[in-house]
């Protein structure tokens, strides 16, 4: 390639970063100086209440979870240097399988090296041109993606509607499709809504589809005793397939899991490729995740705890004054609706020692911008009357709160 060609190749690649920078939409990392929880250093010098953490049990930084990943390291090493068939399997990783498949009601379990891979890696090995997947509008990046790489027929339906969702399964069977699979995130991570699981369950029964759903920012804390979704809708048994991550609430590091009939599971061993040609999962994060799991098990004490705490933060923030998305998930959207306003005052909320992020379109809907809160079982009540306190401040001086 010439000069000028790289160039102009490099030349493009700034345009493209400058105008993200010009639409706010340029993400910069923020560098911590410490280690995940309820309150973190910056390396700026600043110290802040994290409010936009995937740290719903608070285990990303907690102790017990430290010790979990430090045995297994010394027991099992730091690394294997191979894909799991030919020699990176070791007995911590199927005692983590069967763990995940107990804990969510399924026969097994395949790991994978990020949960991004687990549904990347799905839909091709299982479904083909004579096949239909019908997807919620909503769904995570990686469904999407993990479609695309797909043959199956792509039906997609607006996000929740079930008259929508009908009316696909209702084109896909008229299209003669062989097997029908209904796709969704079990909990939204931008509105902190639930899929309506009962009711998807009851059409997939009706026009003879398979239910996929994606626990990400569900297992761990969803339903009595933390199953997920399914156990919060109770539809326990009548889910297919489910995949998730071990990188949320369940530790917090990085890991993904797919969790279905043997028959499904084993098909995705021998032809899934993020599995197949991904190094396996570090046997630290391993034991990690599976102590992670015993300790919720035993308990719910965390589960139970993130609850209270995502109820009473509902409840003062929309006494102060503001909008938010209705739910009982731990994820509290703040309706802010101008991009600007979002943007200043998640940088308002950060000079008073709160970090969250804005988010505004083309992320979410156009005039639905907002900032995201995410409630944690580490916070204590003190940090979050702390956070409020910001909130009502930030708001009355942008204008936000009128009263």
């Not at 009601?105 to 083909?128: C, K, Q, S, V």
Request: hydrophobic residues 40%; glycine residues 10%.
């Amino acid at each position: 390639m010439s000069d000028q060609a790289k160039n102009a190749f490099f030349s493009g690649l700034q345009t493209n970063l400058d105008t993200l920078r010009e639409q706010g939409l340029y993400k910069p990392e923020r560098v911590l100086a410490s280690r995940q929880g309820a309150e973190v250093d910056g390396a700026d010098g600043s110290h802040l209440i994290n409010m936009c953490a995937n740290n719903y049990l608070g285990l990303s930084g907690d102790v017990q979870t430290q010790e979990a990943a430090a045995a297994a390291l010394e027991k099992y090493g730091y690394g294997l240097s191979s894909v799991r068939f030919i020699c990176g399997t070791q007995t911590v990783h199927k005692e983590l399988e069967n763990a995940i498949s107990e804990f969510l009601g399924m026969e097994d379990t395949i790991l994978y090296a990020a949960a991004f891979d687990a549904n990347g890696g799905l839909f091709e090995p299982l479904f083909d041109e004579n096949d239909a997947i019908i997807s919620d509008a909503l769904n995570h990046a990686s469904i999407i993606d993990g479609i695309r790489l797909c043959k199956a027929a792509r039906y997609r339906y607006q996000n929740n509607d079930m008259a929508d969702l009908e009316a696909q399964l209702k084109a896909a069977t008229a299209a003669g499709k062989r097997h029908k699979v209904i796709a969704t995130d079990g909990a939204f991570s931008m509105d902190g809504t639930i899929a309506k699981l009962n009711e998807i369950c009851d059409l997939a029964d009706k026009y003879g589809a398979l239910v996929m759903i994606d626990e990400s920012h569900a297992s761990g804390f969803m339903g009595k005793t933390g199953r997920g979704t399914h156990e919060h809708h109770n539809v326990m048994g009548r889910i297919d397939i489910i995949t998730g991550t071990l990188g949320k609430a369940l530790g917090g590091a990085m890991g993904g899991f797919t969790s279905a009939r043997k028959e499904v599971i084993d098909t995705l061993r021998q032809k899934s490729r993020p599995y197949l040609f991904s190094n396996t999962l570090a046997p630290m994060i391993a034991g990690a995740s599976l102590a992670v799991l015993k300790r919720i098990t035993s308990s719910t004490e965390l589960r139970d705890r993130l609850e209270e705490n995502t109820a009473y933060f509902r409840k003062e923030i929309e006494r102060i004054g503001f909008t938010i998305k209705p739910g009982t998930h731990p994820v509290v959207p703040v309706m802010l609706f101008d991009a600007p306003i979002a943007q200043k005052f998640a940088a308002r909320m950060y000079e008073l020692g709160v970090l969250l992020s804005g988010f505004f379109y083309p992320v979410v809907p156009m005039g639905q911008a907002r900032v995201r809160v995410q409630l944690s079982a580490a916070h204590t009540r003190e940090q979050l009357d702390t956070v409020l306190k910001a909130f009502e401040q930030a708001g009355r001086e942008l204008g936000i709160l009128k009263n």
